[in-house]
């Protein structure tokens, strides 16, 4: 009985752990769903601007979703090197797609600084509030996703526990950095940090992760276990990152080129 | 005249090898009408070029998902330069809507890889992304009729 449950059989056939993430992305279509739905339900319906043919830009935003389709070239590219075996090769394109959605983030963040200075906030009007909501449970999604992607990596990249702590205290600081900037000039739900000591973290943070990625030392690994190991939990990451990146491509279609040019209701 | 009768009933309940009513019993006796007209095999090339093409039996080489990668880009690229054609009107959603799904369809069949997987896999994935979009649409009807 012991045995049956660590080799994971089951009567589908398939790996448990794989089913259980595919289930999970079926579920969240209906959660991203929802939010997309009442986006739409409310377009065109704010009674107060900013408007989005006011405030949306597309081609930054053109930018942003090229650099996330990018980031899923890479994890496929990470996914593809580890089952060929070059799992060093693989590590490094794990590390290049976080990289990525790093960027990614910073679009974002970028996108929401600007639209509060626009005047555009979750409590402006019916547009603000749904377009926040739904774009900010996505940053959500990708934050996880880059810190999944990161520790993964580098828990197999950097040799020394010190090592380690490094790299993932760097980048932590700079996701920190980020979701702090972005919730004090944006979202308003924590007292104001001073834009100095949000780029001071970002700074050091920055330098601390090339710095560190500068240090690394790894080798392929030669035992099997680990290596099928090592690629059913990639594996699982990467369907989670591409997750990530269709539901933007769904949401870069409906928000931003289908809405981009609504302005005020008729009334 | 009785010899005729006894061998069309024979035929009839199938007792004959070669008879006019026989039931085809193996797939080689069953009509291949792919391969009796002027296009015989086209479809089964075609669809044997699109499988090797698409890598159905195994996954991808870092070369093609290179190409996939590029394809989509391009993709996004025409998304974008389709946005400023204004004389599009309405068509820009119906438009915008392909353009979108072919990406959706090309991440989740070769990245996610359910053109190569399981296909409990996608049964699972996309009876969560239907149903979604069954109440999204349900939702936009029924809050678009005004009572």
């Not at chain 1, 080799?7 to 279509?29: A, P, Q, R």
């Not at chain 1, 930018?63 to 693989?90: H, P």
């Not at chain 2, 369809?105 to 069954?134: E, P, Q």
Request: net charge neutral; glycine share 8%.
């Amino acid at each position: 009985m012991s045995t049956a449950i660590e080799e994971h059989v089951n009567s589908t056939g398939v790996d448990n752990k794989k089913l259980m993430m595919w289930i999970f992305l079926g579920s969240d279509c209906l959660f991203f769903g929802s939010f997309i739905s009442t986006y739409l339900v409310y377009r065109n319906r704010s009674l107060a601007g900013p408007y989005p043919n006011e405030i949306l830009d597309i081609p930054i935003t053109t930018v942003s979703t090229f650099v996330l389709l990018m980031s899923s070239l890479a994890m496929v590219l990470a996914v593809s090197y580890v089952q060929r075996g070059s799992q060093v090769i693989g590590r490094y394109w794990t590390l290049a797609t976080a990289l990525l959605g790093l960027v990614f983030m910073g679009f974002q963040v970028y996108e929401f600084s600007h639209f509060a200075h626009l005047g555009l906030t979750p409590r402006t009007n019916i547009f603000g509030s749904t377009f926040f909501v739904m774009t900010g449970f996505h940053g959500g999604h990708v934050t996880f996703g880059v810190i999944w992607l990161v520790i993964f990596a580098i828990s197999r990249l950097a040799e020394s526990l010190k090592q380690k702590l490094l790299i993932i205290g760097s980048v932590f600081s700079v996701i920190i950095a980020m979701a702090g900037t972005m919730m004090t000039h944006t979202l308003d739900v924590i007292p104001n940090i001073p834009s100095a000591v949000a780029y001071s973290v970002f700074g050091i943070g920055l330098i601390g992760t090339i710095g560190s990625l500068y240090l690394l030392k790894t080798s392929d690994t030669q035992n099997i276990e680990s290596i099928k190991k090592e690629e059913g939990n990639l594996e699982l990451a990467g369907l989670y990152w591409h997750f990530v990146d269709i539901v933007w491509i769904v949401i870069f279609t409906v928000v931003y080129l289908i809405s981009a040019n609504d302005g005020a209701p008729l009334l | 005249m009785k010899k005729l009768f006894r061998n069309i009933w024979n035929q009839f309940l199938g007792h004959s090898t070669d008879g006019y009513f026989r039931v085809p019993d193996t797939p080689q006796d069953l009509p291949e009408p792919e391969n009796d007209t002027p296009w015989a095999g086209t479809l089964k090339l075609s669809m044997e070029k699109f499988n090797k093409l698409t890598r159905k039996n195994g996954h991808g080489t870092p070369a093609f998902y290179a190409i996939v990668g590029l394809i989509l880009a391009v993709i996004t690229l025409v998304e974008f330069l389709i946005f400023y054609v204004e004389s599009l009107g309405v068509l820009l959603i119906p438009i915008m809507l392909i353009l979108s799904l072919m990406k959706f369809v090309i991440v989740v069949a070769f990245f996610m890889h359910l053109r190569f997987d399981n296909k409990l896999f996608t049964y699972l994935f996309f009876a969560g992304f239907i149903l979604a979009a069954v109440i999204a649409v349900a939702l936009l009807v029924l809050l678009a009729i005004k009572p």
